[in-house]
Nanobody, 126 residues
């Protein structure tokens, strides 16, 4: 089992940037997805990355503003979001999947994830 911990959330102004971290022992062996959920909205994928080949997937809804990366030495996956908008306000979750057919498939269906962190709140407001 993974003990996933997210960090880096907080209050940021529109147009700003934020980097979230996802850490867990053994995280390098899992495909990782960042998901978010705002009140009244369905959970959605933000960006995802494979466990070995480093393949990434970004949904069109992120408008190219998100970047996911791994630092295997630190068992950490990062999510960078630029040009933040108030609509980005949500709880951001890091989730891991042991085996994923494709990064895209994993990212568009959060029900397939095996482990979840508790989330970190991102609030975009002036």
């Amino acid at each position: 089992q993974l003990q996933i911990v997210e960090s880096g959330g907080g209050l940021v102004q529109p147009g700003g940037s934020l980097r979230l971290s996802c850490t867990a022992l053994g995280l390098n062996f899992y495909a990782i997805g960042w998901f978010r959920q705002a009140p009244g909205k369905e959970r959605e994928g933000v960006s995802c990355i494979g466990s070995s080949d480093g393949a990434t997937y970004y949904p069109d809804s992120m408008e190219g503003r998100a970047t996911i990366s791994r630092d295997n030495a630190k068992n950490t996956v990062y999510l960078q979001i630029n040009s933040l908008k108030p609509e980005d306000t949500a709880i951001y979750y890091c989730a891991a999947k042991w085996r994923a057919s494709t990064v895209q498939a994993m990212c568009v269906d959060y029900n397939g994830m095996d482990y979840w962190g508790k989330g970190t709140l991102v609030t975009v407001s002036s």
